[in-house]
């Protein structure tokens, strides 16, 4: 049985997206799939639809009236793939253990009863809380492996050493090591800075690194609106591809006894990977010429925040849409191919269209957006 928790502190990273989804692809695997919500928000739990009085606090929590065995609480999703759902009660279970002996291991001592109290799964996947508390420090303690969701951002790369921190010190306080690898998520192919933020992470973690990247798909986010893993939804679309190949990477990395040679295969591996390498160089000379330089400018002197959204960045408002402000204009350059793209101007939170721009189309608010034609 592997145990695998999904990590990051950052928030927005992918890390539910990736949690559901891996299960649900590793579930068609013919695997048995555990997904614990360890996260008090339970993105993941509703993310799939899953209503349960009794939550992974109950399983954990020495306090609640409503004591639970984690079988108990075990919810079907779908077929080969079962839910530990969380709750927001689960968010007072750090006060409740603070001072306790042991309480980074209160979860890996349930799991250790788990082959002879319940149906044996192959995985089992815990979804974290997007911080480095003792929520997640249980998953650490608890899990033989770490996925960590990374954006090809700036600000993802670096909060990357703080989790290797945790990770280090759980090795040197309770002689418990984990093998971490790091998972590219939202990756737009269609932004420059995309590949060379994925070149700068593969620059210095090369050695942890999963050769699948998981692409920019709204497929995926209308399937959490559903209710519904995106096997369930749209199982053509690029982000299922993106999950189950992923999946299957993983499984590869496990069973030898599920591929022909396992030596064959790891070689094959390798030479897939430097493929990929070279792939990446010539798609990087033959896409940046097809990029233009975009220029977005707003005069808004008095504003304290501007930033651009649009269909370029799938909407984001974040650091890596925030625009700079010189002479009482804010401006922001973009490397964008030909085509036209809806956006709007966030104003100190406020959106409004481009009123230098006179085209513009209806949105879906009653608002106009600007288009800009390249």
């Known amino acids: 049985m592997r145990i695998i928790s999904i990590a990051n502190q950052k928030g927005g990273c992918g890390k539910t997206t990736t949690a559901v989804n891996l299960a649900a692809c590793l579930s068609v695997n013919n695997r048995k799939v555990l997904l614990i919500d360890l996260d008090p928000q339970s993105h993941a739990t509703l993310g799939l639809n899953v209503k349960s009085d009794l939550s992974i606090y109950n399983v954990l929590s020495k306090l609640t009236n409503r004591k639970a065995r984690l079988e108990e609480i075990i919810q079907g999703v779908s077929p080969n793939f079962d839910l530990a759902p969380s709750s927001v009660i689960l968010s007072t279970l750090e006060q409740e253990l603070a001072g306790e002996i042991g309480r980074e291991s209160r979860l890996w001592e349930t799991l250790d009863t788990l082959k002879d109290n319940i149906d044996y799964y192959d995985y089992v996947l815990i979804d974290c809380p997007p911080n480095l508390g003792l929520l997640t420090i249980n998953a650490i303690r608890a899990s033989g492996e770490m996925i960590v969701p990374v954006e090809a951002s700036r600000f993802s790369f670096e909060g990357l050493h703080q989790l290797i921190d945790i990770i280090n010190l759980i090795k040197d306080r309770l002689g418990h090591e984990v093998i971490f690898k790091i998972l590219v998520t939202n990756f737009d192919s269609r932004l420059q800075h995309s590949f060379k933020m994925l070149e700068k992470i593969k620059g210095a973690f090369a050695e942890h690194?999963?050769?699948?990247?998981?692409?920019?798909?709204?497929?995926?986010?209308?399937?959490?609106?559903?209710?519904?893993?995106?096997?369930?939804?749209?199982?053509?679309?690029?982000?299922?591809?993106?999950?189950?190949?992923?999946?299957?990477?993983?499984?590869?990395?496990?069973?030898?006894?599920?591929?022909?040679s396992a030596q064959k295969e790891q070689e094959k591996q390798t030479a897939e990977f430097a493929k990929l390498e070279e792939?990446?160089?010539?798609v990087l000379k033959e896409e940046l010429p097809k990029f233009w330089e975009v220029t977005f400018a707003i005069a808004a002197p008095d504003a304290s925040s501007v930033h651009v959204a649009g269909e370029f960045n799938d909407w984001k408002v974040d650091d890596s849409s925030r625009m700079e402000l010189q002479d009482g204009v804010w401006r922001k350059t973009l490397n964008l191919k030909k085509g036209q793209y809806r956006y709007r101007f966030v104003v100190d939170g406020r959106w409004t269209e481009d009123p230098e721009n006179p085209d513009k189309v209806a949105n879906e608010f009653g608002e106009m957006n600007s288009l800009k034609t390249i």
């Open 279 to 282: 792939k990446m160089k010539e």
């Open 209 to 260: 690194m999963f050769s699948d990247i998981i692409h920019v798909n709204v497929k995926l986010k209308e399937a959490q609106n559903e209710g519904t893993h995106i096997l369930g939804y749209d199982k053509y679309c690029r982000g299922a591809k993106d999950y189950f190949s992923l999946a299957r990477e993983i499984i590869t990395q496990e069973e030898p006894g599920a591929i022909p």
